[in-house]
């Protein structure tokens, strides 16, 4: 019987294996262990399989013809992702399904706060909220930049919240690390391999949206790009690709969620709030992603969202808030037990 | 106060009303009422409004700039489509989440009846089969005709299942009528208004598929079109949009349930068979459309999905019909009062 | 070595044959030469290969696993298509482009004649109207039906034209057949195969135009419809697939002209007015089709643009007609000696 | 009469105009002037326009509602660009159009050298390569880097060509900038603000891809940000949609062309190689671009295209440039008076 294997090794193989094998990637990589790394990908037989897991080289192993083995099912028991605050470390990806909600643009403590307050009443661990952002107009408000780190932090740790946000520039990756916990790759830089590159080697979480015109094995290999290069940790979002109609913002792709779980065990959330640009549809979505089998939704509030800066027209009132976390709890409690029986 | 109507009118307008209406389409038409109907729009004051309402040549005066109002929220208390079984009446787009099962095509009365045993022993009470299969080759199975629509009223009746099936040509219509309780227009005829004003003439609910390239206006449009032409009721039912990704068949626009509520009454399935193309997905995305507040689901089995003549890789084995309905009505009970109070 | 075929043979082949053959289509089917017709591919060796072709009930041998057969590459020497003019034949797809021009739909004799009259000074051949319209919405203008194919004929013969025109129901394919000289297929019916059988049973060239969300395989299996139902010939219409930029009414695919060329032989000509729905795109687009490799552009054109009663801002002025026919004859001239060296 | 302007202005304006002036952007920023520059937009009377014009603060008033008042139509006489090659003035988007060649990836000097060749003989000046290459998996070939930049100079002087080539890291943008002529933005990365804001600080020209999500609009905003940012010159690169039909690597977006050119002055060519994926059907769309209106077309070559580290199955082989150069000069000079008279 033959195997079809991905490897990773320290340099190159001993001529003896190289037969069936082919050399993936032009150049050798330092992975995390230190040495230079090459990946190579193969058939072999059961004889030439041991070969390959007794030699000290080989870091990795592994079975199925994927193109992006880091990011591919890994089998490992849990697919959660640890995320410290102070002593404690919260979950993404467990048991309990996660809400990380926020602003869309940090504006103001008063802002951020009156938001933190009603995440934290509920039970919620993550606070969200763009310091840079990303527009696309060079005339709109492109965040209050380090000020809005600050503040985020600040609010965060009075009510012992994780902060989630976006790194735009792969020379703010450190400078965002030491304030934020997650740290977040939007949709417009999602093949930006320079940022992924920067972001990886902070070593801290990264939650990797989706672009707009992305194929599933595109991002899983942005995710693999990630990996790769050193990150902990990375927690897919999806957020809607380009659609034709009008009627939305972007077009949600919540099949992407049970199609991803036959590719993945990252963590798989959904953004309802970039995803459809339309707050009526918000709740409804968020769901629908969790009956889906998402591990979580990214949501936009505002406790004001007549005046929000950026992203109105989807923003959450806060007074949502109690309903969609509820609902997301409920969902997540009847869903489970029948998808993870389906997916065996 | 200005008002701005779209009037379905017996012949012409007064011409006292006529100076800031403008009528749309070309010709008269005939509407259920019997005589020649022209549609108008217009923007009127509070008296030209009373006027309008009091002139006997006026049907129906819709507020609204909608472009299909005949389509479009009717604010009538309810939005259900009744179905005769026999003496019984059973609801579509009622209180209570509806599975429409069966196997994508009919294939020999073995088959039928067990998809509508497992069916009519969970409760459910719509069985679907395609006896005209519309197939993108001339030489792939097309669907065994008559015979087809002779075996699904035999084995419907057997468990008191209304049936639901294609119509592919308008000389068709009526006789599928004879044998169908609800006439399904599929996603590739959608636009095929000829087909349309024949499955409307013959009085019996519609169900509407969305074609791949359809907005949800023109969608919308399309039912407009058979409830112009005389149509009892109609049921929307998405089944995917074209995407780019190969992962999928078709990229399940779920987002459109939300938003549809926000333009229409009618009632609102999901098609997670044909939407995602992938077994594993159905399920999931089943229910997803619930939790996105979808009146029902329209999926494929097979109790022999191996061997099915037609799209046998997006069919649910009926060992999977149980856990099905179990998720449909689970969560539609959770997200109701939910999505209700959105709504308001 | 082994050999991918197709075959069409009149019944059963023997069983002799049988191994490696693999039979498609469930039903037999008549084709053109009158017996009950199944279509079968297969992997045979030469001697298989040579066996099958002098078999008398084999009808035709495709090598090449083709899903389309019959609208595949031919080799036949001539790709073009053949329209009677009384005594006159016209020719589309040979080496001369072909401009067909003509309102979008027919309003008037007058409207018709300017435009017959413009174009047949031109050297035009072709006149397109519409007599049958789809509507996107039950309350605009559907055309004048058959006053308006009456007219077509009418002025078409006074300027010795041959009529484009577009059917939309299976049952009034004879009555314009006995109008018209090419019948259309519009891009809402390219997969209404109801109609195309009905349309293919009148035995008249059919200009087949491409659904907004067909694939080039999907466009070719309606071809295949055609022509196994019986069509002489088919001409392809590219029109614009649905794209996401409200900046175009479609997305003119021109990309398409080339690849089919690899695909098939039959003629391939291109819509720039529903391409692209913007006056200012047509000439510009017209020209990019011919140095494409089309055989020819479709095109909306109007007496009095700004009163047309059906797509008005993507209708050219009749000012504009001689340039769209120099353009099409100086780039034609230009590009066909090196498309055609760059094909071989 | 009112007019619609937008106005960059060093500083606050005067209050006696503000009353109908909306700010636009939230922060001041720098311009190439060197003041804090402020966007304003503003609906005004005659002489309110004629008092803005006359302020010294004021340093441009474009009318019209743009929301990208730098990259809009500047009617200044001349859209070209021109590029120093040593004493010497090259020019993209002036009378002659461009071919811009050379292969996708810089892989040797002899391959280099054999592009260029190929290249000067035809006339041609601009030779492409790419040294630094955004790459879908991490484990493929990403390009020489630095080692490929001074190659790129050496070969190109010595032929007297221009560089083209492209920037993926905001750090990168200066030492790019020492050896190339024109610095590309690719598809991947045409939303990257921060790698904008990069690049257009170095004051060389920017060839601007479309991203394969991208609107027109959106498109012109990314423009905007290098202009704004103090790119002395943008040009715009079609390369192709995302679309959803596998027979081509991207949908070629050639109406984007014509299009263009009613919104922006900027030059606009077209990657027939990226916008296809198809050798084949190169030369067809380079022809279709000119003949739409673009000022020339970027192209991959490559002397031993089956052996191309990267994208071999899309780049020409060096025997198919004259005919490449030979189609875009005749059917330039066959649609200019053309087109340039159907834009007045």
Same sequence: chains 1, 2, 3, 4.
Wanted: aromatic share 4%; charged share 20%; with cysteine.
């Amino acid at each position: 019987m033959k195997h079809c294997v991905f490897l990773l090794a320290q340099g190159h193989l001993p001529s003896a294996l190289s037969s069936e094998i082919v050399r993936i990637g032009a150049e050798p990589r330092a992975l995390e262990e230190g040495g230079a790394i090459i990946a190579y990908s193969a058939t072999v037989d059961e004889a030439a399989l041991a070969l390959l897991r007794g030699t000290p080289s080989v870091a990795r192993v592994l079975e199925g013809p994927t193109p992006h083995p880091l990011a591919a099912r890994r089998s490992l028991g849990t697919r959660a992702v640890d995320v410290s605050i102070g002593p404690e470390l919260v979950r993404l990806g467990g048991e309990q399904p996660v809400v990380i909600a926020g602003p869309c643009a940090v504006e103001s403590e008063a802002q951020l706060e009156a938001c933190a307050r009603a995440i934290a009443a509920l039970g919620g661990r993550f606070l969200r909220g763009g310091a840079y952002k990303p527009r696309t107009s060079p005339y709109a408000f492109a965040g209050e930049g380090e000020r809005a780190l600050e503040l985020l932090r600040v609010v965060a740790d009075r009510h012992r919240l994780a902060v989630v946000t976006e790194v735009l520039d792969p020379r703010d990756a450190e400078r965002v690390a030491r304030f934020a916990d997650v740290l977040q790759i939007g949709a417009r830089t999602m093949s930006d391999f320079a940022l992924l590159r920067a972001v990886a080697a902070v070593g801290k979480p990264v939650l990797l949206k989706r672009a707009p015109s992305a194929t599933l094995e595109e991002w899983l290999l942005s995710a693999e790009h990630l990996l790769h290069a050193g990150a902990r940790d990375v927690v897919l979002c999806e957020r809607g690709v380009r659609g034709f109609d009008p009627a939305a913002r972007n077009l949600l792709d919540l099949a992407a969620v049970p199609l991803l779980r036959q590719r993945t065990d990252l963590p798989i959330f959904v953004d309802p709030s970039h995803g459809t640009g339309v707050r009526k549809a918000v709740l409804p979505m968020a769901a629908a992603a969790v009956a889906a089998g998402a591990d979580g939704v990214l949501v936009e509030c505002h406790p004001d969202a007549g005046v929000a800066r950026s992203d109105g027209p989807q923003a959450l009132p806060l007074a949502a808030l109690p309903r969609l976390f509820g609902l997301v709890q409920g969902i997540s409690a009847l869903v489970r037990p029948s998808l993870d029986a389906a997916a065996e």
